[in-house]
């Protein structure tokens, strides 16, 4: 498939961002030269769009990737992708932003990335070291200044759009109450199970893009669910449409206005996940979507501690479970 084929959203920076991206979270995480070689594939498949983390570990390899595309020609320039990455928690402070963000550059060898994110509404103390933290390491999150910071990195050139992940509506609120220059995007789980309808209204309000990480559920992965790949109502519409459950799913995203994050490293799967636009869901098909019993399938218990910041999850999800 040619990249030109697939959509892109006009985000409120003025930047274009292809409607479907890679997502590049795994574990184990592959070697970073099995991992190059996957992503320089996914390239030449037709992806443009690129979602990493500095948690994620797959900075480099994604760098490294982009070089050697470039290198064999399957994009002219740099310019061709689009490229997404994120704060991670024990950065979340506005003198600690920059700074993580030139790590992050450093480690992709790039000049600058379209779409920083802040990963979560959640500092960690400083010390921790990856996943390696209980809900006691949560502390005081300064949403004002963090985001201060990185408009910052917007205005230096560094973040061509800067954004949100996993905030929902009151945790928005509070940030937009001091923004200069609003988040051109919250990527937040989303998927026929858990809708995100209220939040999908206020952000479109706001003029901020929503963007669906999980969009599968995270099948089989040592976290996920299988309420998507395998729910019934998924099931008979696609064999009814001769589709994967993926691609129902996938399209079903993109007609609510919602980009989506797919993470696949099969090569066939990596072809049929973009397969989604040359055709369109009814209105009975879309009527049996909308009334999937509801429920969000990554709770994040481990920002939640009675001593900590966030006493429950009420807190940390503003209500919205």
């Known amino acids: ?81 689009f490229i997404t990455s994120k704060l991670w928690c024990n950065d979340a402070h506005h003198d600690l932003v920059l700074k993580a963000l030139k ?22 103390k400083q010390d921790v070291e990856g996943f390696n933290f209980t809900g006691e390491d949560v502390v005081h999150f300064d949403i004002k200044g963090t985001w201060k910071a990185m408009e910052d990195c917007y205005r230096l050139g560094l973040a061509k759009s800067i954004g949100v992940s996993n905030f929902g509506i009151k945790k928005l609120s509070l940030l937009l109450e001091n923004a200069t220059i609003y988040p051109a995007v919250n990527q937040v789980e989303m998927n026929p199970s858990w809708q995100q309808g209220k939040l999908r209204e206020f952000c479109m309000q706001k003029g901020i893009h929503v963007s669906a ?20 109502i998924l099931q008979e519409i696609a064999e009814a449409r001769k589709k994967s459950v993926a691609q129902i799913t996938l ?19 990596m072809k049929q996940n973009l397969e989604i636009f040359d055709w369109e869901l009814n209105k009975e098909e879309l009527d049996k ?10 709770k994040a218990e481990m920002f939640v501690s009675e001593s900590g910041l966030y006493k429950s999850l009420d807190e940390l999800w503003d209500g919205d479970l």
Not at 213 to 232: C, D, H, I, R, T
Not at 251 to 269: D, L, P
Request: glycine content about 6%; aromatic content about 8%.
């Open 1 to 81: 498939m040619e990249a030109k084929k697939i959509p892109e959203v006009m985000l409120n920076s003025g930047k274009k961002m292809p409607m479907i991206g890679l997502g590049t979270a795994t574990t184990p995480l592959p070697s970073n030269e099995a991992l190059t070689s996957i992503l320089v594939d996914a390239i030449q498949i037709g992806y443009r769009h690129f979602d990493t983390a500095a948690i994620y570990g797959t900075e480099e390899s994604l760098g490294q990737a982009v070089s050697k595309a470039l290198e064999l020609g399957l994009i002219k320039n740099r310019d061709e992708v």
């Open 103 to 124: 790590t992050t550059l450093k480690k992709l060898k790039l000049e600058y990335v379209d779409l920083y994110l802040i990963h979560w509404p959640v500092r960690l």
């Open 213 to 232: 990480w999980s969009p599968l559920g995270a099948y089989k992965v040592f976290w996920g669910s299988n309420a998507v790949m395998e729910n019934p």
């Open 251 to 269: 399209r079903w995203i993109h007609e609510q206005g919602t980009s989506a994050i797919v993470k696949s490293f099969n090569k066939e799967r």
């Open 289 to 298: 979507i909308n009334k999937i019993p509801q429920c969000r399938l990554y």
